[in-house]
């Protein structure tokens, strides 16, 4: 049986939400000649907690990538788009999510409640992004979603280079929401800078351009957990 979003990322050795998209914000291309295959067996080599994959045009995403990488993995799955309606997370469960992303900077107060409570009857863990302490107290059952901090100007689509401090900053008004599982997102370039964001308490992070653009997933990786005080792992075929 499958794990929940949050069971998965917040037991996995390796607590990382890897990024599965097509463009960078700028339109850079991060896949190559790579195929959907090939980057979700790396990610399962370099022992990943969980999947997210951008639907959103503008990274150049679709649906198809979401059916496609959920008939390649058992991995729990983010659907990662601006989701406004019911029937988008209907269609998410139905192509293989397990979660879904809600941006709380995008929805209405009554629409982010109406949207978390839909998810969390159709089985999917609302991933609620937020980049204010006053988006993050506006979340509802939050012990069972993930809050998020996206790092990134949301309404500009990523292209600014982000900082870390907004997570740091904001990490004590997540805990007070009651989530089990705050999560830090975009904008996180190396190894240590992901180690720094665990140690600081959060209990996942969520990278995409960074793994994708990486020489070595594995060498990435053996970086992260010298940072963290652990034992790089064995190589892998991830390279």
């Given at each position: 049986?499958?794990?929940?979003?949050?069971?998965?990322?917040?037991?996995?050795?390796?607590?990382?939400?890897?990024?599965?998209?097509?463009?960078?914000?700028?339109?850079?291309?991060?896949?190559?000649?790579?195929?959907?295959?090939?980057?979700?067996?790396?990610?399962?080599?370099?022992?990943?907690?969980?999947?997210?994959?951008?639907?959103?045009?503008?990274?150049?995403?679709?649906?198809?990538?979401?059916?496609?990488?959920?008939?390649?993995?058992?991995?729990?799955?983010?659907?990662?788009?601006?989701?406004?309606?019911?029937?988008?997370?209907?269609?998410?469960?139905?192509?293989?999510?397990?979660?879904?992303?809600?941006?709380?900077?995008?929805?209405?107060?009554?629409?982010?409640?109406?949207?978390?409570?839909?998810?969390?009857?159709?089985?999917?863990?609302?991933?609620?992004?937020?980049?204010?302490?006053?988006?993050?107290?506006?979340?509802?059952?939050?012990?069972?979603?993930?809050?998020?901090?996206?790092?990134?100007?949301?309404?500009?689509?990523?292209r600014d280079a982000g900082s870390i401090d907004r997570s740091l900053s904001l990490l004590p008004a997540l805990l007070e929401t009651g989530t089990h599982c705050p999560v830090s997102a975009s904008g996180i370039e190396g190894p240590e800078v992901a180690a720094r964001l665990l140690a600081a308490g959060f209990?996942?992070?969520?990278?995409?351009?960074?793994?994708?653009?990486?020489?070595?997933?594995?060498?990435?990786?053996?970086?992260?957990?010298?940072?963290?005080?652990?034992?790089?792992?064995?190589?892998?075929?991830?390279?």
């Amino acid at each position: 049986m499958t794990p929940t979003f949050i069971d998965a990322l917040c037991g996995a050795p390796t607590p990382v939400i890897m990024e599965i998209k097509r463009l960078d914000p700028h339109g850079g291309d991060l896949l190559g000649s790579r195929s959907l295959a090939e980057v979700v067996a790396g990610y399962e080599a370099a022992s990943a907690g969980c999947l997210s994959v951008v639907t959103g045009r503008w990274f150049g995403g679709s649906v198809d990538m979401l059916r496609e990488v959920a008939g390649l993995t058992c991995l729990p799955i983010l659907q990662k788009d601006f989701i406004t309606r019911e029937a988008h997370i209907v269609r998410a469960k139905e192509l293989g999510a397990s979660a879904v992303l809600l941006t709380a900077q995008l929805l209405p107060q009554s629409g982010l409640v109406r949207l978390i409570e839909r998810s969390l009857r159709e089985g999917l863990t609302p991933v609620v992004e937020v980049v204010s302490g006053e988006e993050a107290e506006a979340v509802v059952h939050a012990e069972d979603c993930v809050v998020a901090v996206n790092n990134k100007a949301i309404r500009t689509h990523e292209r600014d280079a982000g900082s870390i401090d907004r997570s740091l900053s904001l990490l004590p008004a997540l805990l007070e929401t009651g989530t089990h599982c705050p999560v830090s997102a975009s904008g996180i370039e190396g190894p240590e800078v992901a180690a720094r964001l665990l140690a600081a308490g959060f209990e996942g992070v969520l990278i995409g351009a960074a793994l994708l653009r990486a020489p070595s997933l594995h060498a990435w990786f053996a970086d992260f957990e010298r940072h963290r005080g652990r034992s790089p792992p064995s190589e892998q075929s991830s390279s």
